[in-house]
């Protein structure tokens, strides 16, 4: 039996013990070339119950490939996520993608600058650009 293109991703994200180098990031994000319109949907509704760890290699991977469906995972993860390094993550790949995100996402946005501002993130720069351009 053949794997779906989404099982296959999330095998490729693997857990918090499997390995996260260069080349892991390459496999997982070039895996999502064979994404149906259906795959994306489906990554997109249930991205948010993957684990910090698999929801972090997620946007890494999505971002890299900054391909049809891209976004959507990424503003998803950005606006709901309860973990602030992958909002971090994902602001920063629609950063680098030049998305502009609905001025719904403001107050979400400005959360996710307070907190790392705080920290001292250089990722704060990527979430005022965004705020910048806001639609």
């Known amino acids: 039996m053949n794997e779906s293109a989404l099982g296959e991703f999330e095998r490729l994200l693997g857990n918090e013990t499997s390995p996260w180098f260069e080349y892991n990031l390459e496999m997982a994000s070039e895996s999502l070339h ?7 949907r489906d990554l997109r509704s249930r991205v948010l119950s993957y684990s910090a ?3 972090e290699r ?8 900054a391909g049809n469906g891209s976004a959507g995972v ?9 973990y602030l390094d992958v909002a971090a993550i994902s602001a920063s790949q629609l950063d680098d993608m030049e998305v502009e ?5 403001l107050g979400r946005l400005q959360q996710i600058l307070k907190q790392l501002t705080a920290q001292g993130s250089t990722r704060a720069e990527d979430v005022q650009r965004l705020i910048a351009l806001l639609k």
Do not use: H, I, N, R
């Open 101 to 105: 995100l609905p001025v719904s996402m």
């Open 58 to 65: 997620c946007a890494e991977a999505v971002g890299d490939f």
């Open 53 to 55: 760890c698999a929801q």
């Open 74 to 82: 990424l503003t998803t993860l950005l606006a709901s996520t309860p």
């Open 34 to 40: 064979k994404f149906s319109d259906e795959e994306w």
